[in-house]
């Protein structure tokens, strides 16, 4: 099966990821800098969360430009990862309006780690498809970054119970781990 509809479908889920978190984003119901300063949590959330959304896509087109035929394990796989993806506007709404409190900032983690565990997931399904040899599997070496990152979403799951602002630096770390996109997969 040829990996066009993957990619065009997956593509498609990702803007309007993206649409709706940007709807999130409400005008301020009035015209003073105090106004648009009550924002800055939900603002904050939405630039995080874009950030997030354009790593996987960015990381999702450079890693199937490596593969050559997806199967239905491949298609599950990937949805598997699109959903976890489309519950981010609604962490991102949830984190940004309660102005990152605890349980919102638990579950925005728990979203990003699950995403990660889905793309993970995916990484090996694809591998099984191709094979341990294959130059997908070469290029995707032994993965420390991605295996790193749920490392980090644990610690920060943990962490926002002590101060969910505190929980919030490992997620913020990690999207700067992965803001350069990965070029493993552009060498082959």
Not at 19 to 26: D, F, Q, S
Not at 51 to 65: A, D, E, F, K, R
Not at 68 to 91: D, E, M, T
Not at 150 to 160: I, W
């Amino acid at each position: 099966m040829h990996k066009g509809r993957l990619e065009a479908f997956s593509d498609g889920v990702i803007a309007i990821i993206i649409t709706i978190m940007v709807l999130e984003l409400k005008v301020p119901h009035g015209d003073s800098i105090e106004d648009l300063l009550q924002l800055a949590p939900v603002f904050l959330s939405y630039v995080l969360s874009f950030v997030y959304v354009g790593i996987y896509w960015n990381n999702h087109h450079h890693m199937l430009q490596a593969v050559q035929k997806v199967n239905g394990s491949i298609l599950w796989a990937n949805l598997n990862l699109l959903f976890w993806l489309s519950l981010f506007p609604f962490v991102t709404a949830w984190a940004g309006e309660n102005h990152f409190t605890t349980l919102p900032v638990f579950f925005y983690g728990l979203v990003l780690f699950c995403a990660a565990i889905s793309y993970y997931i995916l990484t090996k399904v694809i591998i099984g498809h191709h094979g341990k040899d294959s130059a997908f599997a070469k290029s995707l070496g032994s993965d420390f970054k991605g295996k790193i990152s749920l490392v980090f979403y644990l610690v920060g799951m943990a962490l926002c119970f002590v101060s969910p602002w505190i929980g919030l630096v490992p997620y913020v770390l990690v999207s700067l781990i992965w803001f350069i996109p990965d070029k493993r997969f552009e060498k082959i």
